[in-house]
Structure formats: structure tokens, C-alpha cells
């Protein structure tokens, strides 16, 4: 059982720098076996896929956020995570950090973590 | 990018009653490699994440109780819950992961009649 925690900063201003940690537990973000996903949820919307990081570092974002998204792993603290820049109030969302298997049976977004609320407002 | 389209976008249903929730995708979600269609369902509940319910287009995730079933294939698929419980009230979302970016229907919200 794969479990997620999101954490950072609640509140960001506009223009700025959203930046999330998720972190780990009940596998390594090392392992081959997971994408490591990030997917925010707008209040009362629906879901929006960021992209994925996976063991070897490599990244895919969706094109639409692409120019301003990074994310990372951390191995020694096995945990992974996002930067958004130069947010404006569109990006305030609730944040979820997900695990989905890269190998069989792949079960899609299997695990998620509770969701970070974060408010882009000056 | 791949388009899922979700209908209705809500519906309410007798306790008891049969709730059934179509998915269409704007293009084949079929892995050639194995004929597998990766298509998901999830449930979400106010301030609760998303619940994976169904993956490959009809296996149930464990622990899932079974009035809640998947079918289709390609680009056509169907949620149906048998016999709605009060427990089911919630928000639906169907899921494409064959092909990035990954993408989400826009939502069902299913209530009690």
C-alpha cells in the first residue's frame, strides 16, 4: 500500500513560486514500478492532470502548463515534487499527489495522497 | 490530447435503482500490445480525494464492492452502479492513462431521488 502526503505553503501571491513536496512511504520513489503524478482539482472543478516524474528523473507535463511546471525527486528523502511559476489566481486549486503503476496490472491512479489546498492572493 | 467526454453530467436515482454513466473518448484508449483498454473510474466524495473504482475499462479495484461494474471498449465505455446506496452519492470521473497527457472526463454527479 503506497501512501502520499502533500505539504507546502497554503498561500502564495501572484507572480510567484507554488511549491509542493509529496512525501512517500510504502515505496520508493526509486523503484521502477510507479510514475510519481501531480493533479490539482480547481474549488468545485474537475480534475487536471500536471504530469508525471519517474525513477530516472525523466518528465512529462501537460502541454498546457509545460513552460512553468518542474518536478523533482528527492531519493534520499524519498519524495518527489512540484513548481509551478509565476502563478496567477487560476492556479489556486487543491493539489494531489498520485501514484500510478508503470508496470502490469496497471492500474491507473491507485493511490492519492489527501490534497494540499494552496490560494494564489496577494 | 485525448477528449473525455462524460453524460449526463448529473443524474438522480432512486435508492435501489440502476445508475449507468457513459464515457466517450475522442480516440481509441485500446493498447495494441494487449488489447487492454486503459480507461479508469473514480469516485469522489466532498474534501475526500478521487477513489479508484474500476480499471482496464472493467476490473474492479480491490475492495470495491461489486454493484459497481465497467464495460466498453475502444472508445465507448459505461459505469453502472446496480442498486444505489446512499453511500454512492458522489462525483464520478472516468480516466484515460494510454496516452499522455492523461486526461479526465469532466465529472458525474450522481444524487438520490
Known amino acids: 500500500q503506497v501512501q502520499l502526503q502533500e505539504s507546502g505553503p497554503g498561500l502564495v501571491k501572484p507572480s510567484q513560486t507554488l511549491s509542493l513536496t509529496c512525501n512517500v512511504s510504502?515505496?520508493?520513489?526509486?523503484?521502477?514500478?510507479?510514475?510519481w503524478s501531480w493533479i490539482r482539482q480547481p474549488p468545485g472543478k474537475g480534475l487536471e492532470w500536471i504530469g508525471y516524474?519517474?525513477?530516472?528523473?525523466?518528465?512529462y507535463y501537460t502541454p498546457s502548463l509545460k513552460s512553468r511546471v518542474t518536478m523533482s525527486l528527492d531519493t534520499s528523502k524519498n519524495q518527489f515534487s512540484l513548481k509551478l511559476t509565476s502563478v496567477t489566481a487560476a492556479d489556486t486549486a487543491t493539489y494531489f499527489c498520485?501514484?500510478?503503476?508503470?508496470?502490469?496490472?496497471?492500474?491507473?491512479?491507485?493511490?492519492w495522497g489527501q490534497g494540499a489546498l494552496v490560494t494564489v492572493s496577494s | 490530447d485525448i477528449v473525455m467526454t462524460q453524460s449526463p453530467d448529473s443524474l438522480a436515482v432512486s435508492l435501489g435503482e440502476r445508475a449507468t454513466i457513459n464515457c466517450k473518448s475522442s480516440?481509441?484508449?485500446?493498447?495494441?500490445?494487449?488489447?487492454?483498454?486503459?480507461l479508469a473510474w473514480y469516485q469522489q466524495k466532498p474534501g475526500q480525494p478521487p477513489r479508484l473504482l474500476i480499471y482496464?475499462?472493467?476490473t474492479r479495484e480491490s475492495g470495491v464492492p461489486d454493484r459497481f461494474s465497467g464495460s466498453g471498449s475502444d472508445t465507448d465505455f459505461t459505469l453502472t452502479i446496480s442498486s444505489l446506496q446512499a453511500e454512492d452519492v458522489a462525483i464520478y470521473y472516468c480516466?484515460?492513462?494510454?496516452?499522455?497527457?492523461?486526461?479526465f472526463g469532466q465529472g458525474t454527479r450522481v444524487e438520490i431521488k
Open positions: 498520485v501514484s500510478e503503476r508503470r508496470t502490469q496490472p496497471r492500474r491507473a491512479f491507485a493511490f
Open positions: 510504502g515505496a520508493s520513489v526509486s523503484s521502477t514500478t510507479y510514475y
Open positions: 516524474i519517474y525513477y530516472t528523473g525523466d518528465t
Open positions: 480516440h481509441t484508449v485500446m493498447y495494441s500490445s494487449n488489447n487492454k483498454n486503459y
Open positions: 482496464w475499462a472493467s
Open positions: 480516466q484515460q492513462y494510454n496516452g499522455n497527457p492523461r486526461t
